[in-house]
């Protein structure tokens, strides 16, 4: 039986790809069984799968098929310590992109979608790769221990002014 963590976490993703799939006219799934499939200590998986099969595998979300960039790992969680992002080291942030990051290649767009009880839903993307075309309002500037500069922001809005642009940066 599925633990009531597990099961909420699966409910972000599958929204998360419905909200995807709405947004883009272009069917995203879930990740069958979802979980570290090539990621964490599964990355030598990576040197037996072809290029399709280790798309299909990446992060939480199976993208459309114009998208082969595109690199997404969902969190949804009780709450979160807003308060750490001033101090400039927030450790459950980090540990969430260094899992997005594991099964990155380096021309990917990689982003973070989070939701959080009664707080809302926000996204992190991978700058300063994209921070020249994507456009950032209300957000906040996060520096990862392992993985560069990060950018957080609302999610709705984040998606409301550069739904074209992330398409156009993950073909």
Known sequence: MTSPSKA??????????????????????????????????????????HEGQI?????????????????????????FPFHQLFSGSVKILDSWIDQCMDVADPDDFNIL?????????????????VETKLLFVRHFNYGSKNNGHWIVMDHDTFWEINADTVKELCK
């Open 8 to 49: 909420k976490g699966n409910s972000f993703e599958r929204q998360t790809a419905d909200f995807l799939t709405n947004l883009y006219g272009e069917k995203f799934i879930r990740v069958p069984g979802s979980g570290a499939y090539i990621g964490g200590k599964n990355t030598q998986r990576k040197q037996v799968l």
């Open 55 to 79: 798309r299909n595998f990446k992060g939480d979300i199976v993208p459309g098929e114009s998208f082969p960039k595109f690199n997404a790992e969902c969190k949804s969680y009780k709450d």
């Open 113 to 129: 979608f989070m939701k959080f009880n009664r707080k809302g839903t926000f996204v992190a993307v991978q700058a300063p790769i």
